[in-house]
Nanobody, 123 residues
Framework: QVQLVESGGGLVQAGGSLRLSCAAS????????MAWFRQAPGKEREFVAG????????YYANSVKGRFIISRDNAKNTVYLHMNSLKPEDTAVYYC????????????????WGQGTQVTVSS
């Protein structure tokens, strides 16, 4: 089992920045690919960004490419999501997820999930 705890969400004005953190415990963190998903009210959960176990491979949804950066620190068992140039449409609950093997887009292919952190972007 892997336990994931997100932090760093909050209220920010459009154009602002936030950094989300996800602290992992329970198993060897570097064995897992990590990702951030988000879910807005009335919408399905969607892939935002992912990073492979070593940190040298990253992938982004088109909607956040060029604005968000995912990174990880395997020594600290933590993955980050740096969010810049935030837009009101980025408002959602953001979830951290972990899986063994490579990165996948589909929600159902991820093994472990955090409880989520709310990000609200005001216009």
């Amino acid at each position: 089992q892997v336990q994931l705890v997100e932090s760093g969400g909050g209220l920010v004005q459009a154009g602002g920045s936030l950094r989300l953190s996800c602290a992992a415990s329970g198993r060897t963190f570097s064995n897992y690919a990590m990702a951030w998903f988000r879910q807005a009210p009335g919408k399905e959960r969607e892939f935002v960004a992912g990073i492979n176990w070593s940190g040298d491979g990253t992938y982004y949804a088109n909607s956040v490419k060029g604005r968000f950066i995912i990174s990880r620190d395997n020594a600290k068992n933590t993955v980050y999501l740096h969010m810049n140039s935030l837009k009101p449409e980025d408002t959602a609950v953001y979830y951290c997820a972990a899986r063994t093997g490579g990165l996948k887009w589909a929600v159902g292919t991820w093994d472990f999930w955090g409880q989520g952190t709310q990000v609200t972007v005001s216009s």
